[in-house]
């Protein structure tokens, strides 16, 4: 290729040509997803205080930049090179690494807010973002908090309360009826009254235990039977829950943003369906589900319910939205969400930057009319977790590689971590908000792919290979989802991209070609000269490079070599998914063939800490007989508990952890007989 | 030589047909030899040596070479026992129990001796041994490395002395070429006895786990002699010579996994000590800075960080071959890359034991900084050390003769060196890092440096004695020495540096240190505190 014939220090100069062309552009971009032109003539906040860390500090801190007002990051000691405290004007140690004694410590983070005079405080979302003590508090001290005021946060902040006050003020609550009911005839009526189809379970319960489902009125006699035998003998209390059976459940939320003067507004609908345990995993706005009179029933009654307590600043009307398009209220979120840029990129507005306009006391400049839905935008949440277990349990490690696919055009990724970081057990493992715009779904779908394949991240286990299969997944991409997704389309959990013939053809090729390059150039030894590698099936790429942009067959496709050695065993990363590719000469192959396989560990007998955490509970002693799935131990990680089972009857050998200890990835617990 | 002396004596026309017939009995006899000698010992011992997972001498022969580059000396050589039936047709294999030849490794020169335990358990003859020998004498005239694959029994017994002879010849050849062309040995099944000895002289020692065996003694003797019941694995297995007794260098899984790795090892060597570090073509770019590097040593200086990600991080495309990986893990050793060129790392690590120094890190640091030395490898130190270990056990280990041959191997060594100081540097220990005192070329330090003669606790303990206060004056003493200022004031550290900058300064300090020359005063040899 041409790169063969140019001298090292033109290839350099090239090289510099190609970043000095991205990062403007990169900045365009950015630029791009806010409309809203900045009005510096109106006077906002000297300073304001970021109770917050990571990607969220660091987007907080971003429109203060751009509003002209100076930044207070707060952090933990283990936080102290922090992105956001390196981007913050001033920054003030609040603690230890815990987020109880840091990053929840109230009275600390008054400390800081006396002695940086900081005039306004902004929380982010998690931590102290929804707590009505923290909001008096600031209050009393004339200090500005950018959210609700406490008011609404209270009353939202409850979930009965919430509920209540949504019913008043006309917004749709799932119907339901919680009681002592008498005959399955009353139970009927009760039934044809919501309307079909219906759940029914003792209400003494919890969650979905004991939970019968009717679709008409032979069920519904069938279910109240079982319910109240259930209710009675196991619960001792007659009282029955029938409600309202949402099927195929999608979770809509409305953007509403209202001011101090009783205007609001309804920012359009963000589409969280796929979750993992109640999380959020890809979001996307708009929904592919509504219609224009629904989006707009529902903006609507979100903003009614914002009239109703008085709320300013951004909030979320979360809803579940049925199979036949019916909606109904859950709970309001009185924070910024974790998802709002993909809001900020279809409509431009940046809503950072009307929140604290709001917090001052302005009113808000849009009317309803004005809020456009400009393309699409889509959210994936790159977390710091293994895929491969529950669809995420949570990783730690430095990351000690790491790129962002930044240099793309219509990608904006939100992070408050790099090169370098540690990811630690403390804090929640994102890495970060990857957010790719399009005019059409697809468009942005497609880009999506692109960003997750340029995406380099070493040092932690990362999700980008279920991230990837979900946003190329059939039933995805033509929008068919429920917050079921993930478990009906993996019943059997994620195992990654499945190979088909012809892409393993490529996966294999790609190797191979990897594999000979490498060979070569261990043959140009005393060579002085720097070149680039070429090879007419593969395009350009370096072996010292992550990312190896291949064009197999006319097909362009970004691979990324995550490692490779000396006995021809190669990593790559193809399609979201790593594979470990092996490539031998026909001679070693052969020869291969003589080796005896090595028996691997017998791991039903030990038990090892999937992922890092600390040791909550020890449930067993040495001595002790377990049956199969009896817990064995507790382990904590990142908020989560994850409770660890024997997987076969056995007497227990020996217990290699005790209660409050931290543990590593791998590290032995338990072994049993 | 009877048939070419045959010649001039016969007369032409009987001899003429005689000559031909001969010589189609000779080619005939050539031919049925060189079958003979690429089966070994027979097929039926080659499938038995597949069935223990192992390849035989000549397949591993051919897949540790580039292909049809191998030139084998010595195939009709046989054994001259005539002792025990020995003498018989049946009991002679042509060659004999070893392949030797020489080959290229990605089209470098390489002698190698591969022994095969299909013929007589690849016990070694005097025949054996010669065949060693006339390799080695070639190697080193022409200045190129010798590969040993040891698969072998022990001594030919039938020969008796002849077979020790054979082994010291052997043993005498490894002490010369030491420190000429390197010499590495691959234990691809036992290696017992006096035999161990010549892996044991030779730079590098490798093994296949499960398959390879190196002790003195086998386990019937130890139990005879000292009553310990012990297995040839724990023994003499590749775990417990690369994480106990330190005798071997590293192991593979297996055979392929093994001259696959040995390959790739090959390219970090220079062909002799006459030849320069080799350069490979190099991809990353040399002045590609390293921003992680920023935020890798912690901020309480009691926490611990991983060594191996500076390495990697800084050396060309994270590739470094480290020796030693299991033992003694508070140093750090092996071979990487910088802009293409061959460089050693030594480096201490925080992660294990403080990464202070003892008696297993001096002595496995000290021989791989000889190592580079004799072969004109640049080495590249990143010193992180508390101190030498106390206590009993050190000290009654000799702690002070073995931690000499470490500055012995500093200090003595004239290829360029590069220190960089990432953070603590206290004590002895200092001085014995490759400091500036022992004629470092270029000293760096980061700014998480900390050059003193101990820790702030302990030096205040000294200084102000019975004073009260210790606290303020502790903080007095971080003040003044925990930082990289008292070395670089005085020129003890060349600069101190952006730990991002570290790989590109490097980079360009190995260009202009190409060219050093320095020598030591005449000598003998010098005399290292064995």
């Known amino acids: 290729m041409a790169s063969h014939g140019l001298s090292p220090s033109l290839n350099r100069l090239l090289l510099a040509l190609k970043y000095a062309t991205f990062q403007p552009r990169c900045c365009a971009v950015h630029k791009a997803h806010y409309s809203t032109v900045y009005n510096g003539n109106e006077k906002t906040f000297d300073k304001i205080l970021i109770a917050n860390r990571g990607e969220i500090a660091c987007r907080v801190i971003k429109t203060c930049k751009k509003m002209g007002i100076q930044t207070v990051a707060v952090h933990s000691d283990v936080d102290s090179s922090a992105v956001h405290v390196k981007m913050a004007d001033e920054a003030v140690c609040v603690g230890p690494a815990p987020t109880s004694k840091s990053y929840l410590n109230m009275d600390a983070i008054m400390d800081a807010i006396r002695s940086t005079g900081a005039q306004a405080v902004h929380p982010g979302y998690g931590f102290l973002s929804e707590n009505k003590e923290f909001a008096k508090r600031l209050a009393a001290?004339?200090?500005?908090?950018?959210?609700?005021?406490?008011?609404?946060?209270?009353?939202?902040?409850?979930?009965?309360?919430?509920?209540?006050?949504?019913?008043?003020?006309?917004?749709?609550?799932?119907?339901?009826?919680?009681?002592?009911?008498?005959?399955?005839?009353?139970?009927?009526?009760?039934?044809?009254?919501?309307?079909?189809?219906?759940?029914?379970?003792?209400?003494?319960?919890?969650?979905?235990?004991?939970?019968?489902?009717?679709?008409?009125?032979?069920?519904?006699?069938?279910?109240?039977?079982?319910?109240?035998?259930?209710?009675?003998?196991?619960?001792?209390?007659?009282?029955?829950?029938?409600?309202?059976?949402?099927?195929?459940?999608?979770?809509?939320?409305?953007?509403?943003?209202?001011?101090?003067?009783?205007?609001?507004?309804?920012?359009?609908?963000?589409?969280?369906?796929?979750?993992?345990?109640?999380?959020?995993?890809?979001?996307?706005?708009?929904?592919?589900?509504?219609?224009?009179?629904?989006?707009?029933?529902?903006?609507?009654?979100?903003?009614?319910?914002?009239?109703?307590?008085?709320?300013?600043?951004?909030?979320?009307?979360?809803?579940?939205?049925?199979?036949?398009?019916?909606?109904?209220?859950?709970?309001?979120?009185?924070?910024?969400?974790?998802?709002?840029?993909?809001?900020?990129?279809?409509?431009?507005?940046?809503?950072?930057?009307?929140?604290?306009?709001?917090?001052?006391?302005?009113?808000?400049?849009?009317?309803?009319?004005?809020?456009?839905?400009?393309?699409?935008?889509?959210?994936?949440?790159?977390?710091?977790?293994?895929?491969?277990?529950?669809?995420?349990?949570?990783?730690?490690?430095?990351?000690?590689?790491?790129?962002?696919?930044?240099?793309l055009c219509n990608v904006r990724v939100d992070s408050g971590i790099q090169e370098g970081s540690d990811i630690s057990i403390y804090y929640d493992p994102m890495i970060s908000k990857l957010v790719t715009y399009g005019a059409t779904r697809a468009e942005a779908l497609s880009k999506m792919e692109d960003a997750l394949d340029n995406y380099v991240i070493r040092g932690v286990t990362h999700n980008i290979p279920l991230l990837r299969e979900i946003i190329t997944h059939p039933r995805f991409i033509s929008g068919d989802i429920s917050t079921n997704f993930l478990p009906e389309v993996y019943p059997d959990g994620f195992k990654g991209h499945q190979l088909e013939a012809s892409t393993r053809r490529e996966l294999l090729a790609s190797a191979a070609a990897l594999h000979v390059a490498s060979q070569l150039r261990s043959q140009r030894i005393l060579v002085l000269y720097i070149r680039m590698f070429s090879l007419e099936v593969c395009g350009q790429w370096s072996l010292a490079s992550p990312l190896l942009p291949l064009t197999i067959n006319n097909t362009h496709r970004m691979l990324q070599s995550l490692s490779r050695d000396a006995s021809g065993e190669i990593v790559l990363q193809y399609l979201g998914t790593s594979f470990k590719v092996r490539v031998l000469s026909k001679l070693a192959a052969e020869l291969n063939s003589y080796m005896p396989e090595k028996v691997p560990e017998d791991t039903t007998s030990i038990l090892r800490s999937p992922m890092p955490g600390t040791v909550v509970a020890v449930s067993v002693k040495a001595g002790d007989t377990v049956a199969e799935g009896q817990e064995i131990c507790v382990i904590e990680a990142m908020k989560m508990q994850n409770s660890l089972t024997a997987v076969r009857q056995a007497k227990v050998k020996s217990v290699h952890c005790k209660a409050g200890e931290t543990v590593g990835e791998g590290d032995l617990l338990v072994e049993l007989e | 030589h009877p048939v070419v002396a045959a010649l001039p004596q016969s007369s032409s026309q009987r001899d003429c047909r005689w000559y031909s017939v001969s010589n189609l009995s000779v080619k005939e006899r050539i031919e049925k030899k060189r079958k003979a000698a690429l089966l070994g010992g027979g097929q039926k011992r080659i499938d038995a040596q597949h069935k223990k997972g192992k390849l035989t001498a000549r397949e591993r022969v051919e897949l540790l070479l580039d292909p049809e580059s191998f030139v084998e000396s010595d195939m009709f050589l046989e054994h001259r026992c005539s002792d025990f039936g020995m003498e018989q047709d049946k009991n002679k294999f042509p060659g004999d129990s070893v392949v030797t030849g020489r080959g290229r490794i990605n089209g470098r020169l390489v002698y190698v001796f591969s022994q095969d335990f299909t013929v007589f358990g690849g016990s070694l003859s005097g025949a054996h041994a010669q065949k060693i020998c006339k390799i080695m004498d070639q190697a080193m005239t022409v200045g190129a490395p010798v590969i040993g694959l040891n698969d072998s029994g022990g001594a030919r017994i039938q020969e008796g002395v002849e077979s020790l002879a054979g082994y010291a010849d052997i043993f005498l050849r490894n002490v010369l070429a030491s420190g000429v062309v390197p010499q590495i040995s691959l234990i691809m099944g036992p290696c017992a006895g006096g035999a161990v000895y010549s892996p044991a002289l030779t730079d590098f020692t490798f093994m296949v786990k499960d398959t390879s065996y190196l002790f003195i003694t086998g386990p019937d003797v130890v139990k005879s002699v000292t009553n310990e019941d012990v297995t040839q694995e724990e023994l003499g297995g590749a775990k417990t010579h690369t994480t106990v007794s330190g005798v071997a260098h590293r192991a593979f899984e297996n055979d392929v996994e093994a001259l696959l790795n040995l390959r790739e090892f090959f390219n970090f060597l220079p062909l002799s000590n006459q030849d320069p570090a080799p350069i490979r073509e190099c991809h990353d770019p040399n002045d590609r800075l390293v921003p992680a590097l920023d935020t890798i040593v912690p901020f309480e200086s009691t926490k611990a960080y991983d060594m191996l990600d500076i390495v990697h991080a800084i050396v060309d495309e994270r590739d470094f071959f480290e020796i030693m990986p299991n033992y003694a893990k508070n140093i750090v050793v092996g071979f990487a890359r910088m802009n293409g060129r061959t460089v050693g790392i030594v480096g201490n690590q925080p992660k294990v034991a403080s990464g202070c120094l003892d008696i297993n890190s001096s002595v496995k640091g000290a021989r791989f900084v000889r190592f580079c030395d004799a072969f004109n490898i640049p080495i590249i130190t990143f010193v992180d050390v508390p101190g030498f270990l106390p206590g009993t056990a050190q000290e009654y280990g000799g702690i002070i003769r073995h931690g000499a041959k470490l500055l012995y191997a500093f200090a003595e060594a004239t290829v360029p060196k590069i220190t960089v100081i990432t953070r603590k540097a206290y004590g002895g220990a200092y001085d014995v890092m490759s400091s500036k005192h022992l004629r470092g070329d270029v000293n760096y330090a980061w700014p998480t440096a900390e050059v003193a003669v101990m820790g702030a606790k302990g030096a205040v303990q000294i200084i102000f004695r019975g004073k009260e206060n210790q606290a303020e004056a502790e903080a007095e003493y971080v003040d003044k020495f925990a930082n990289p200022f008292p070395a670089a004031v005085r020129g003890f550290v060349d600069d101190i540096i952006e730990p991002s900058t570290t790989r590109k300064k490097i980079c360009r300090d190995l260009e202009v240190l190409a060219s050093k020359k320095q020598v030591n005063p005449w000598k003998k040899h010098a005399n290292i505190p064995l």
């Open chain 1, 141 to 407: 001290e004339g200090v500005t908090f950018i959210g609700p005021d406490t008011h609404a946060i209270q009353a939202m902040g409850d979930k009965i309360e919430s509920k209540l006050i949504a019913k008043a003020a006309k917004v749709n609550t799932i119907p339901g009826f919680d009681g002592v009911v008498k005959t399955a005839e009353e139970a009927v009526k009760i039934a044809q009254d919501i309307g079909y189809p219906v759940m029914i379970k003792a209400s003494a319960g919890g969650g979905g235990k004991g939970m019968r489902i009717a679709w008409n009125n032979e069920e519904t006699r069938e279910g109240f039977r079982f319910s109240s035998q259930e209710a009675a003998s196991s619960f001792g209390d007659d009282r029955l829950l029938i409600e309202k059976y949402i099927d195929n459940p999608r979770h809509i939320e409305i953007q509403v943003l209202a001011d101090k003067h009783g205007n609001a507004l309804w920012l359009n609908e963000r589409e969280c369906s796929i979750q993992r345990r109640n999380q959020k995993v890809v979001e996307e706005a708009p929904s592919t589900f509504l219609d224009p009179s629904t989006r707009r029933a529902m903006g609507e009654q979100a903003v009614q319910l914002a009239k109703a307590v008085q709320y300013s600043s951004a909030g979320t009307v979360e809803f579940l939205v049925d199979s036949k398009k019916n909606f109904y209220f859950l709970e309001m979120n009185t924070r910024l969400q974790v998802e709002h840029p993909i809001t900020e990129c279809i409509t431009g507005l940046d809503l950072v930057e009307q929140m604290i306009r709001v917090a001052k006391g302005y009113k808000l400049h849009h009317k309803q009319e004005d809020i456009p839905i400009n393309g699409w935008a889509i959210e994936s949440r790159v977390y710091a977790e293994d895929p491969y277990k529950s669809f995420g349990l949570p990783s730690i490690g430095r990351l000690s590689q790491y790129q962002e696919p930044v240099n």
